[in-house]
């Protein structure tokens, strides 16, 4: 375990630093943390996930080895992350919070929403007793507008823009990152509008409404170049940017500047390959929807021809008599 020192004074007492200098080493020490609450959520939404999946294949009902790989990978990733010494340089360094703000909104959900919880939700979840409450919850839920406007672009991109512009551009993020409960309140702020953001995109879910994949290509694309430019911008300022990541310990000998130009240049380059994936993965299902409607018409052009053959040869008979 690493030996952990209290922040600087005027800091929240209860937030944590490492005492040691960042490294590729003392990044994924493990640490006991005061308040590990993503972890916590990772952990326990693993569990019931893998429980759901464990119940159909009991069942000899199929669900899907890759579906569950993805879900227990985004929340691996999620307990990753957001423990070990990262979660504590987090604190100090912009690089680090802005590695975890990016996977937290980029990274992480994907892997969640291509292993289609809902589905999971919906198959697994017993049809009895308390099961049955959350069955109807569930589907409460979608039947209901409030999940649409939740889900809708309108406000998904907006959230997204506020995520950086918002509060990098004010005193907002000194305010809360000054505090252990703001700093783990932004992060969870930056798990939920990752989810919702992809799972308009990415989702096979049942959805209050469902989008085409013109629709779900033009809200990716809209977005990505959102973080892009706040990298750039990161990286051509000449001042440091947030109050919160302007004292460090010396002891670590980080350069501040530098540091976050770093956080910049993660922001362009880090934040643009999970786009650049779920973009591929909008390709590809984009395809072989448009083959499964050319092959339908095929099909249908075929049956066609064969029915008025058919009737031709009915009309010959006919003529005959």
Not at 46 to 62: F, K, T
């Amino acid at each position: 375990m690493t030996m952990l020192s209290l922040p600087p004074f005027g800091a929240d007492r209860s937030m944590w630093i490492p005492a040691v200098p960042p490294s590729w080493q003392s990044y994924l020490d493990l640490t006991l943390h005061p308040l590990p609450v993503l972890p916590v959520i990772g952990a326990l939404a693993g569990g019931l996930y893998l429980a759901g999946a464990l119940r159909l294949w009991r069942a000899d009902r199929r669900w899907s080895p890759w579906a569950t790989l993805s879900f227990l990978s985004g929340c691996a990733v999620l307990v990753i992350v957001m423990s070990g010494n990262v979660e504590g340089y987090g604190t100090r360094m912009f690089s680090v919070f802005m590695f975890q703000q990016l996977t937290l909104m980029m990274a992480v959900p994907p892997l969640l929403v291509l292993g289609r919880p809902g589905t999971l939700l919906l198959r697994a979840t017993p049809h009895h007793r308390l099961g049955r409450v959350v069955l109807v919850g569930a589907r409460g839920a979608l039947r209901s507008g409030v999940g649409a406007v939740i889900l809708h672009p309108a406000l998904m991109i907006p959230l997204f823009l506020l995520c950086f512009y918002g509060l990098y551009f004010s005193d907002l993020a000194t305010m809360l990152l000054r505090t252990t409960q703001g700093h783990i309140g932004l992060e969870l702020l930056f798990l939920v509008a990752g989810i919702l953001f992809t799972v308009p995109i990415l989702s096979e879910d049942p959805l209050p409404h469902s989008h085409s994949n013109l629709g779900r290509a033009a809200h990716l694309l809209i977005e990505m170049p959102t973080h892009a430019f706040f990298g750039v911008i990161l990286m051509m300022s000449k001042y440091p940017m947030v109050e919160a990541f302007t004292d460090p310990p010396a002891s670590w000998g980080v350069d501040v500047l530098d540091d976050q130009q770093l956080a910049g240049a993660l922001a362009w380059s880090y934040g643009e390959l999970p786009g650049l994936v779920m973009l591929l993965i909008l390709a590809s299902r984009w395809f072989k929807d448009e083959n499964r409607q050319m092959a339908k018409l095929d099909q249908d052009e075929s049956s066609s021809h064969e029915l008025d053959d058919y009737n031709r040869y009915l009309r010959s008979l006919d003529a005959k008599h």
